[in-house]
């Protein structure tokens, strides 16, 4: 469907042409009862719609068009299922137009005002981010705020979608869907889908079953990761923690057939040495070692100090004097930092509480994940900072997470006619 189509649907739907406006080509006036429901699928465009055309109520389907010629061009003419179509609207009227039956169509002009053409195309076609960036400051805050509580909602719904894929590939294990959701974030962002390529690679219960060895779960993680193959002898041949690992995992990988990754597909560029790839696979190995059944643990959780003190961790003793394999450094402090397990709490700990609140029907679950984001400090990123600019200030992560939502499901595609600002902003013009 094109733009223009779409803003035609969006007028009829939400009545923003003039009252009193909307007439047959024979000049008789039409009044709309019931727009109908919006079709997303094939077929005409609003079922079950009641209009009153002169002195006669009908009920039907609706059909619109950028102009009538397109009602043949699509095909509509010979097809049986637009014989239910009561009254055809477009933007330029120019011909007669004839169901299957051979029936004369009603035809009606739908006018779209400069306002509003205007608005929509300031929307569309803007060239920022956020295309409404100037008119955000105008919005009151009884308005944005309920808004932003929604899509809060809405991002953690998605992320529980993406959750049931999960479970469905784990067949319905809550410990390995939480398994490979964790890994994934600790990707943080830059390496989150090799990151959860490795969970996949990797089962969890390989995991517990060598629970008990800080280095067997390192030597497992490392080697499915294939960073214990890309050294070079010159870097690693008196590292004698590599070589071990190394021989470890090769025992590993022949007892259980595993394929380990590409391990120079993982990035590093810009990205800070305590967040090199290495430093946050020991990282996770140590969490997934020392905690367990980890699922459990967070479900046991009752508040945010208790969820932050589960991932205080540190990684094994090699660790703390490096970065990578083979390059040793001075003493490090590599024990995930405070922003990091906030970070998880946000992507890992909330959305699974929600979502297995949503799958068990315990809206205790939800109900803790929407206090846990409501209890954290609001995230910084360039997002949340291109709608502070614009005046739109989160208190806590969330309205960060409802704000990550607006701009990626509604910004980025220019989905601004299905958005609640938009949709404020269009429909202001329409009463003018």
Request: proline fraction near 4%.
């Amino acid at each position: 469907m094109s733009y223009k189509e779409e803003l035609l649907h969006y007028i009829w739907k939400f009545r923003l042409y003039p009252f009193n406006s909307l007439e047959t080509m024979d000049g008789q006036r039409i009044e709309v009862i019931d727009p109908g429901m919006h079709n997303q699928h094939a077929g005409p465009d609003f079922f079950n719609a009641k209009v009153r055309i002169g002195d006669k109520i009908w009920v039907g389907d609706i059909e619109i068009h950028r102009s009538s010629d397109e009602w043949e061009r699509h095909g509509h003419h010979t097809d049986k299922s637009y014989n239910s179509v009561i009254l055809h609207l477009s933007e330029r009227l120019g011909r007669v137009i004839k169901n299957e039956s051979g029936e004369e169509v009603p035809q009606c002009k739908l006018p779209v005002s400069d306002e509003i053409r205007r608005n929509s195309d300031y929307l569309i076609h803007s060239h920022s981010a956020v295309p409404c960036k100037d008119y955000l400051f105008s919005l009151p805050e009884t308005f944005i705020r309920p808004f932003l509580g929604r899509l809060a909602i809405e991002r953690l719904e998605r992320k529980t979608n993406d959750i049931y894929t999960y479970l469905d590939r784990s067949h319905q294990s809550w410990d390995e869907a939480f398994y490979i959701l964790l890994t994934r974030n600790f990707g943080f962002g830059l390496n989150s889908d090799l990151f959860e390529r490795l969970a996949f690679s990797l089962p969890f219960r390989l995991i517990q079953r060598h629970g008990e060895s800080l280095f067997q779960v390192e030597a497992l993680l490392f080697g499915q990761a294939g960073l214990l193959e890309q050294l070079g002898e010159r870097e690693t041949g008196e590292d004698l923690y590599f070589l071990q690992l190394q021989d470890e995992y090769n025992f590993l990988r022949r007892k259980y057939a595993l394929t380990p990754l590409e391990g120079h597909l993982f990035k590093r560029m810009r990205v800070r040495p305590r967040s090199f790839p290495e430093v946050r696979i020991a990282q996770l190995a140590a969490l997934l070692q020392s905690a367990g059944r980890l699922f459990s643990q967070v479900l046991e959780q009752k508040g945010v100090d208790d969820w932050m003190l589960l991932f205080r961790i540190s990684p094994s003793q090699y660790w703390q004097t490096h970065y990578s394999f083979g390059k040793q450094s001075p003493q490090l402090d590599n024990q995930l930092g405070g922003m990091s397990r906030q970070l998880l709490l946000i992507n890992v700990v909330a959305p699974i509480l929600f979502a297995y609140g949503k799958k068990t029907a315990s809206e205790r679950y939800c109900d803790s994940a929407i206090l846990l984001l409501e209890s954290l400090k609001p995230e910084r990123n360039i997002i949340v900072s291109e709608f502070c600019e614009a005046g739109i200030i989160p208190r806590n992560a969330f309205d960060t997470q409802a704000i990550i939502q607006l701009r990626r499901a509604y910004c980025d595609p220019r989905k601004c006619l299905f958005c609640r600002i938009g949709h404020h902003l269009l429909s202001q013009s329409g009463k003018k």
